[in-house]
């Protein structure tokens, strides 16, 4: 099983972005999912979540700017994100857990938030 993170780019500040992380091979349906990000010099943090069930959790920086969600039909999950500050810039990764498979990661995508 593989997951692919696409989405990213260069946007200017107050812009938005959507990420995608779409999962594929043999059972391809994941349960949680989570989105991490890694700023240059900084440690990975978690962003955001969201469970099998759609219950969605946030790290307070984006509370209330970006938004989890998932479509199981397609085994992908979404990371909307708006009024995007510079602070955002990352690399942003996805990250789901596979029953039978555990967790695995996608490659990363590039956010840049610059005027």
């Known amino acids: 099983v593989q997951l692919q993170a696409t989405g990213g780019g260069l946007v200017q500040p107050g812009g938005s972005l959507r990420l995608s992380c779409a999962a594929s091979?043999?059972?391809?349906?994941?349960?949680?999912m989570n989105w991490y990000r890694q700023a240059p010099g900084k440690q990975r943090e978690l962003v955001a979540s969201?469970?099998?069930?759609?219950?969605?959790n946030y790290v307070d920086s984006v509370k209330g700017r970006f938004t989890i969600s998932r479509d199981n039909a397609k085994n992908t999950a979404y990371l909307q994100m708006d009024s995007l500050k510079p602070e955002d810039t990352a690399v942003y990764y996805c990250?789901?857990?596979?029953?039978?498979?555990?967790?695995?990661w996608g490659q990363g995508t590039l956010v840049t938030v610059s005027s």
């Open positions: 990250n789901a857990f596979f029953t039978g498979w555990g967790y695995r």
């Open positions: 091979g043999n059972r391809a349906s994941f349960n949680d």
């Open positions: 969201i469970t099998s069930g759609g219950s969605a």
